[in-house]
């Protein structure tokens, strides 16, 4: 297999960043995996990947704040905690075996698997109790509905128990070089109790800073090269920027279905490639 | 309107908004980021006959790196790879740029002490990480 020339870089990241997008994982879960099999050293995949993250982050947070979903107070807080955990996992990740990165992918890329088959749109409650430490910190909100026509009020809860996890989100996401929006997501819903519209769209503004904590780590350790990252991010754009264009169009059951074999498949095969050691 | 809504339901009466702020600052350094890599990329396959630029930047930090960069662009030795690592550096200060600004805003704008303090952790973090080596 020759070195991958830009074009065959922008070709797989279009692909991935239009998957990322349409499914909603983010193209980091397709983009790592195909990069590997295009035998790129998964640091370097997972360097390259995460400068994409922040482009992806960018366009996507940028239209989502200025439709007034992101509650920018419970993204600050919760930044605190995720770009120290990006730092952390940047760093294991430059010291780990391949073979361990290649099965913790694998196991990411399944438990992806798991929480695209177990969505559903769950109706959302504010919760009832909401303890003293969340109300001190200002975690609420308010947001219009345009299904409803209402608007919707929130308070977050459990603070003392979201932000330590996020530290856990943000060291997944340096470490794998992935947004890790899924993970940020169900802790913003099941844990602090946020209406999933505010979940989402805080989750992609979080995403930003702390890929960009992880960057910073990678590009220190001069594992991110320029020539080969205009490609990826050029790439992974573009394709969200397609992917969240036919999103509105293409929401049935096949299509969730395609992404859904599509990660076990990847998760399986990164797994058994980091057991048999053919990195 | 108690003050701790201000920062979510200022959106309302014309007063200042930092939602509406934060999201063209996202917005402008994205495109402006892809711009500078699109323009760069064109003029490396222009003057070289190829699409991928040649970068050497091995145990330096963004800090450093744009530094040169700058250093070379004032000199007048603009290249491709001059359009492309200032594509890389705006791509990566567009959160940077967003954290500080939502800073200035919970400081003048909201006088909210509480989550001004936040930002600054935010921002001082990202300031270390970013003259990492």
């Known amino acids: 297999m020759p070195e991958l020339s830009f074009g065959w870089l922008l070709l797989i990241s279009v692909v991935a960043g239009f998957v990322g997008a349409m499914s909603g994982m983010g193209g980091g879960v397709v983009l790592i995996p195909a990069l590997t099999l295009f035998h790129m050293h998964i640091k370097d995949a997972i360097a390259l990947s995460i400068v994409s993250v922040i482009a992806t982050s960018s366009g996507s947070a940028a239209?989502?704040?200025?439709?007034?979903?992101?509650?920018l107070k419970i993204g600050m807080f919760l930044e605190m905690f995720t770009i120290i955990g990006a730092l952390v996992g940047a760093a294991i990740s430059l010291t780990a075996g391949q073979a361990m990165l290649f099965i913790l992918f694998g196991v990411v890329l399944l438990a992806s698997a798991a929480t695209l088959f177990f969505q559903r749109n769950r109706e959302w409650k504010q919760p009832e109790h909401v303890d003293a430490g969340s109300r001190w910190l200002e975690l609420n909100g308010s947001y219009h509905d345009q299904a409803s026509g209402e608007d919707v009020q929130y308070q977050?809860?459990?603070?003392?128990?979201?932000?330590?996890?996020?530290?856990?989100?943000?060291?997944?996401?340096?470490?794998?070089?992935i947004g890790a929006g899924a993970l940020k997501v169900l802790i913003h819903d099941l844990v602090m109790g946020l209406p999933p519209k505010v979940s989402t769209t805080t989750s992609n503004?979080?995403?930003?800073?702390?890929?960009?904590?992880g960057t910073?780590?990678?590009?220190?350790?001069?594992?991110?090269?320029?020539?080969?990252?205009?490609?990826?991010?050029?790439?992974?754009?573009?394709?969200?920027?397609?992917?969240?264009?036919?999103?509105?169009?293409?929401?049935?059951?096949t299509v969730r279905r395609f992404f859904l074999i599509v990660l076990l498949v990847l998760g399986v095969e990164m797994i058994v490639r980091g057991i048999r050691g053919e990195l | 309107m108690s003050r701790a809504d201000a920062g979510n339901q200022s959106a309302q009466g014309g007063r200042f908004d930092m939602r509406t702020l934060v999201g063209w600052i996202l917005l402008a350094g994205l495109l402006s980021s892809l711009a500078l890599l699109i323009a760069g990329t064109?003029?490396?396959?222009?003057?070289?006959?190829?699409?991928?630029?040649?970068?050497?930047?091995?145990?330096?930090?963004?800090?450093?790196?744009?530094?040169?960069i700058a250093r070379s662009a004032l000199a007048g030795h603009w290249r491709p790879q001059t359009l492309i690592a200032l594509g890389i550096c705006v791509l990566l200060l567009t959160p940077y740029v967003r954290v500080l600004v939502s800073m200035l805003s919970f400081l003048f704008a909201e006088r909210n002490l509480k989550y001004t303090l936040f930002t600054l952790f935010v921002l001082c973090v990202l300031t270390y990480t970013l003259f990492l080596r």
């Open chain 1, 205 to 213: 503004l979080i995403i930003g800073v702390t890929a960009l904590a």
């Open chain 2, 42 to 68: 064109i003029w490396q396959y222009l003057s070289a006959g190829k699409l991928e630029a040649e970068f050497k930047l091995e145990g330096s930090d963004l800090y450093h790196y744009a530094v040169s």
């Open chain 1, 216 to 253: 910073s780590v990678f590009l220190a350790a001069g594992r991110i090269d320029p020539g080969k990252a205009v490609p990826i991010i050029l790439g992974v754009s573009a394709g969200a920027f397609l992917g969240t264009r036919v999103l509105v169009r293409l929401r049935n059951r």
């Open chain 1, 63 to 71: 239209a989502y704040v200025r439709e007034h979903l992101t509650n």
């Open chain 1, 156 to 177: 977050a809860t459990r603070a003392y128990l979201g932000g330590p996890l996020m530290f856990g989100a943000g060291l997944i996401a340096g470490l794998l070089g």
